[in-house]
């Protein structure tokens, strides 16, 4: 009962603080049955209308001078309409250069507001040219968009998509009439698109930025519709909160389709973007390269969010100073006439050089070591003598001694002395001494007692060193994660991916391993999440959410039938998925090839990966009833196919 009540209190109070319409029902009908003209004369000020009037605006109300406008974001730009007048008289297309403004959307249909401020262009039915812009490399939109109206839902996605790909040339504006009704509508969507706020959230930080935004009930009922359109879209575990029924492969895809934009919605037509991504980044983890996170600006956290919304409530607009904070161009300090290094979408790897380049404005590399000796990588991997026994797992146990031969040796072992107590792997703390004398070139002392990873271990428990030594140094310096796979070979770092691929975190993993899966799982459910996800440098939590992901959808992606019908023996390497729908054949594929250019693995360890791909394609337990044909005829297909792509990898890397 007192959790009912709690409830419904909530809801009430939630009733109570969301947004209501600027006009009175009677004012809202009025203005769909008015002519045009007369509301023009009677609301704008007709010839005189105070939103081509700069004159009638302050200079805060005036963002770009000569216009009625607000930056609703660092990016973000709300405004009225322009005219050939004012965009000559006080040169905004210098202004707009000067901002960084690269994009102007136009909600207007041609011809309205006929009879306010200056005179329409004959050519395009607007206050002036839009080839304006364009000769000026500004892009133009125009999304037709009635007065005090609304678009359709699907209309409304594709806006916010096409402003998501603006973002990455530079600032938008956006402007209707006033730049307060449709222009209000489009921002709190996209805000609702591009960042964790729900829709009362998105149109209060609209208003709060652009006072009386949002005008009409229509209006408002038109961004929170929007938000719940969006929520089963961008769903990618159905598992997960919020939770949506499951879907098969084709109707995620379906649903992707809708929500990406660009080169991307075309690149993943038949590829779960989750599967691309993961291969993607277990690749570079492979071949060490770093990766850095894109340059977008995520929203505060909801709890922040939450109670700055309610100081705006309370206290009045112009004290929210906090804001969503959304994708765009790099803002890092630079010289004037360099170039930024790159906008990027999801993630990208850079060169060494690059790295060392951006090091200290990025601020997010560790202080350049000298290469290893392959005998000191081999040290570094042996563990000491006196460690205790293993923990006991299914698979792949062994002396990881001989791992940067090749061995089958496993790296599960290795991976499972991070010895996290927060939960976090991306920045751990060292004795720089340590690193500087593990790292030395040429260092061909017996190992002391015990290895590096061991010693690294003793360090986060704040025990001394195996060999008695203590360190008496204060210094300390934060490492990413990624350091301690930079200290193994490439063999050793190819066979740790592809260890991470064959193992079925969820029965072999640790408690905390299986956690931190999950955590993604909610997190990418949220939207907004893809970037950060390519910070995450464990292969084996980004194997086990890719596994995970293909194992909660409604249906298997291969059935039993089209299991057992491949024929490999019948078909070259080329073909032999071709019984598959596009679909699946895709998804398959790629996480083959990320597997392929592990390049030379153990048998065992490729077994392994084939179950592994096998259970999470087709469901079909390994000790099951109906494991014998499915098993054996994927097996064949798969092992043929990956053995063709790993000739394809190593002809590619000779």
């Known amino acids: 009962m007192a959790l009912y009540a709690k409830t419904k209190g909530g809801a009430l109070m939630e009733y109570i603080r969301a947004p209501r319409a600027k006009y009175t029902l ?26 081509d009037n700069p004159s009638y605006w302050s200079d805060t109300e005036q963002a770009i001078k000569g216009l009625y406008s607000s930056w609703v974001s660092d990016h973000l730009l709300a405004m009225s309409r322009p005219s050939t007048e004012t965009i000559e008289k006080y040169d905004i297309i210098d202004q707009f250069r000067r901002y960084g403004i690269k994009t102007v959307i136009n909600l207007q249909i041609p011809g309205e507001h006929a009879s306010c ?77 591009a960042t964790r706020l729900n829709a009362n959230q998105a149109i209060l930080y609209v208003r709060a930025k652009r006072p009386n935004s949002i005008q009409t009930r229509g209006q408002l009922r038109c961004v929170r519709d929007f938000v719940q359109f969006l929520a089963p879209l961008r769903s990618v575990f159905s598992c997960a909160e919020p939770r949506f029924n499951p879907v098969t492969l084709s109707q995620y895809l379906n649903r992707q389709r809708r929500i990406l934009h660009g080169i991307e919605r075309k690149e993943l037509k038949h590829l779960p973007k989750i599967v691309r991504l993961v291969s993607r980044l277990l690749l570079d983890i492979a071949e060490n390269r770093q990766v850095i996170e894109e340059d977008i600006l995520e929203a505060p956290d909801i709890h922040d969010i939450e109670m700055t919304l309610s100081v705006i409530e309370k206290m009045g607009p112009e004290l929210f100073t906090k804001e969503p904070r959304l994708p765009g161009v790099p803002t890092l300090p630079r010289h004037f006439n360099e170039p930024p290094i790159f906008y990027h979408r999801k993630s990208l790897s850079y060169s060494e050089s690059d790295l060392r380049r951006l090091g200290s404005q990025l601020n997010l590399l560790a202080q350049q070591q000298p290469p290893m000796s392959r005998s000191n990588v081999e040290m570094s991997i042996t563990p000491p003598e006196t460690a205790g026994p293993a923990p006991e797992r299914r698979g792949w146990e062994g002396n990881v001694s001989d791992i940067s031969h090749g061995s089958s040796g496993s790296l599960w072992q290795m991976k499972n002395v991070e010895n996290q107590s927060d939960g976090s792997i991306l920045l751990r703390r060292r004795q720089r001494k340590t690193i500087q004398r593990s790292e030395s070139v040429g260092n061909d002392e017996p190992a002391k007692s015990g290895t590096m990873l061991s010693r ?39 066979l740790l991916v592809a260890h991470a691929l064959a193992v079925d975190l969820f029965l072999d993993g640790e408690e905390e391993q299986n956690n931190k899966v999950l955590a993604w799982q909610a997190e990418l459910n949220q939207g907004g999440c893809w970037d950060r996800l390519c910070t995450e440098q464990d292969p084996f939590i980004l194997s086990g959410l890719m596994w995970a992901w293909l194992e909660q959808l409604k249906q298997p992606v291969v059935s039993v039938q089209e299991a057992e019908a491949l024929k490999p023996a019948d078909a070259d390497a080329q073909s032999v998925l071709d019984a598959l729908d596009q679909a699946s054949k895709q998804t398959l594929t790629c996480i083959l090839d990320c597997m392929a250019h592990m390049l030379a693995v153990p048998e065992e360890v490729e077994t392994a990966f084939l179950n592994r791909t096998i259970k999470a394609f087709t469901w079909v337990e390994n000790n099951s009833e109906d494991a014998g044909k499915v098993y054996e005829s994927m097996t064949a297909a798969l092992r043929c196919v990956l053995k063709d792509m790993r000739r394809l990898a190593l002809g590619a890397e000779a």
């Open 456 to 494: 690294w271990k003793a360090e986060q428990r704040g025990e001394p060193e195996t060999n008695g030594e203590k360190h008496g140094e204060e210094e300390h310096s934060e490492v990413p994660f990624i350091t301690l796979q930079t200290e193994l070979s490439l063999d050793a770092r190819r």
């Open 117 to 193: 401020g200056n005179p329409l262009e004959p050519e395009s039915g607007f206050s002036y040219r839009p080839e304006v812009f364009m000769e000026n490399n500004i892009y133009f939109y125009n999304f037709g968009w009635s007065d005090y109206g609304v678009a359709n839902l699907t209309t409304v996605l594709d806006m916010v998509t096409v402003m998501a790909f603006a973002l990455q040339e530079g600032k938008i504006a956006v402007h209707c009439h006033a730049g307060l009704g449709r222009t209000g509508v489009l921002l709190a969507c996209f805000l609702a698109y």
């Open 26 to 51: 009677v004012g809202e009908a009025l203005r769909y049955v008015i002519p045009g003209h007369v509301q023009c004369s009677i609301g704008c000020g007709g010839l005189a209308c105070k939103f």
